[in-house]
């Protein structure tokens, strides 16, 4: 693979973050995730933290299995929240973002 297109994923990926972040804040300000917003609160933290240390490694190789079992255990499991889209858009990114690190790895 060339720098370039290195290159291009990498941004997918930021993107791909943004997305994903962007949802679970929202989900986390809706009335309708209220019975779960402790757990999409610390779902978000892990998944900031995440995105922050990809802009500095370019890789999500610091992720540990327990972590990564943790967050696809409720992500998949417990299926978050009642909205369907929302919801979907978790899955969505979440699976988008390691489809992307295949493609560096």
Same mark, same amino acid.
């Given at each position: 693979m060339t720098e370039k297109e290195l290159y291009k994923v990498e941004c997918e990926i930021e993107v791909a973050f943004s997305r994903l972040i962007g949802t679970l804040a929202i989900m986390q300000e809706l009335k309708l995730?209220?019975? +779960?917003?402790?757990?999409?609160? &610390?779902l978000f933290k892990a998944i900031v933290s995440w995105g922050a240390k990809f802009q500095i490694e370019r890789n999500l190789n610091f992720i540990t299995k327990e972590e990564l079992i943790n967050i696809h255990h409720y992500?998949?499991? &417990?299926?978050?929240? &009642? $909205?369907?889209?929302?919801?979907? $858009? +978790?899955? +969505?990114?979440f699976e988008e973002i390691f489809r992307l690190n295949n493609i560096l790895t």
């Open positions: 995730y209220k019975d +779960i917003r402790g757990k999409l609160s &610390n992500i998949y499991l &417990n299926y978050p929240g &009642n $909205e369907t889209k929302l919801s979907d $858009e +978790i899955l +969505i990114w």
